[in-house]
């Protein structure tokens, strides 16, 4: 059963950084992109990052570009998040998720596994 637990949320002023982690199990993951998403109360889903199986190649949509990082460890089966330069808006639930696929992509019908969440509060 594949399972994914996402870690490193939490209560940071703006202008401050966050490291969200995912660990996976119960696939290798190293065959499949993997994605970071968002989602805030009252809006919809946002994909914000993707990192490709095959070359390592990332994706990051325009509100997190310059300040998110993606980068993954296939030994360990996990995805990361550096989060700098945080903004009041970047508050929402993060969720980790395993592309059915090697191609990396922001959309959410290329993902069949996520994770439980995590919440990311950001204070002005």
């Known amino acids: 059963q594949v399972q994914l637990v996402e870690s490193g949320g939490g209560l940071v002023q703006a202008g401050g950084s966050l490291r969200l982690s995912c660990a996976a199990s119960g696939r290798t993951f190293s065959s499949y992109a993997m994605g970071w998403f968002r989602q805030a109360p009252g809006k919809e889903r946002e994909g914000l990052s993707c990192i490709s199986s095959s070359d390592g190649s990332t994706y990051y949509t325009d509100s997190v570009k310059g300040r998110f990082t993606i980068s993954r460890d296939n030994a360990k089966n996990t995805v990361n998040l550096q989060m700098d330069s945080l903004k009041p808006e970047d508050t929402a639930v993060y969720y980790c998720?395993?592309?059915?696929?090697?191609?990396?992509?922001?959309?959410?019908?290329?993902?069949?596994?996520w994770g439980q969440g995590t919440q990311v509060t950001v204070s002005s």
């Open positions: 998720a395993v592309g059915k696929t090697m191609i990396c992509r922001v959309v959410s019908q290329d993902y069949d596994h």
